[in-house]
């Protein structure tokens, strides 16, 4: 088990996951602000793109770059900082870090090593298009962006498709026709979703109808700006019968041991499975 405050004192240095603007730049807040000024390194998944934004909040803060292709080698560097006492704010290019973008290597490393890790609210684009969907914000399915490849594709929406909560998908604008051709695909015609693009800047824009016409729009207009794409849930999910459950409770342990697991973690899923407490199976298991 671990615990720790965010805000006592620390012989370490904090690491700070600080959130960007996600196009207007009056959406930083205060406190991104105040820390990107205090902290000792700023790590940044692009330095020339943060320093637009340091320049425009006079910070003159040290940048280090931080992204997907050098992350073997910072991690272990920048937690070394962390140990000998630096405070570092990590962020991406805009809205939050981890999500779609850097940052989960560092944070997971920080959390290994009982450093702490103190994140800022703010800008995040699933959530901003979200809330003015018009669809049913909660419960929520996140996605971000799926693979390119036509086939990988298939395979993601396909285990998505029996999903009742809105699910909500990030895409650049030339890969949206391929990618809305797909969800139809999987999805089919008649399924209700919300295009939001360029959020937060002068050309915002909500596209909403079903997966059909949104993709006709597509086909005689050019995709512009970065997308999210909210599918609304399945409201008649195909509901599949798990067989394995009719089997009696120390021969479904069995088989999953069968498939590959331990006997703890296949006592640990099928008392998930059958809704019963894990404890009571691993006596009932144990004492055949």
């Not at 290597?105 to 995040?124: Q, S, T």
């Not at 005689?220 to 599949?240: C, D, K, S, Y």
């Not at 590959?260 to 009932?284: D, F, P």
């Amino acid at each position: 088990m671990q615990q720790i405050s965010s805000f006592n004192d620390h012989q370490s240095g904090n690491l700070y996951l600080v959130p960007t603007p996600i196009g207007n730049l009056d959406d930083m807040t205060f406190r991104a602000i105040k820390t990107l000024k205090e902290v000792d390194l700023i790590a940044a998944e692009d330095t020339r793109h943060t320093q637009q934004l340091l320049n425009h909040f006079d910070i003159s803060t040290r940048q280090i770059s931080f992204h997907e292709h050098n992350t073997e080698q910072r991690v272990p560097e920048l937690i070394e900082k962390l140990k000998a006492g630096y405070s570092i704010a990590q962020c991406s290019d805009a809205g939050m870090p981890s999500i779609s973008d850097p940052g989960i290597e560092l944070v997971a490393a920080a959390v290994k090593e009982g450093l702490p890790v103190i994140p800022l609210p703010g800008a995040n684009a699933g959530l901003t298009a979200l809330i003015a969907s018009g669809l049913v914000p909660q419960p929520f399915y996140f996605f971000g962006f799926l693979e390119r490849k036509h086939q990988q594709q298939i395979t993601a929406l396909e285990q998505l498709k029996n999903r009742e909560e809105t699910m909500v998908f990030y895409e650049a604008p030339h890969r949206l026709k391929k990618t809305l051709a797909t969800m139809t695909e999987v999805f089919g015609d008649e399924r209700r979703v919300v295009l939001a693009r360029e959020l937060t800047k002068r050309y915002e824009e909500f596209t909403r109808g079903t997966l059909a016409e949104v993709t006709a729009w597509f086909e005689e207009h050019q995709p512009r700006g970065e997308f999210v794409i909210l599918v609304a849930g399945n409201e008649h999910p195909t509901v599949t019968k798990d067989n394995a459950l009719e089997l009696p409770l120390t021969e479904q342990v069995d088989q999953e041991i069968l498939n590959g697991l331990s006997t703890n973690a296949a006592i640990k899923l099928v008392a998930k499975k059958n809704n019963i407490k894990r404890q009571e199976l691993y006596k009932q298991y144990h004492q055949l």
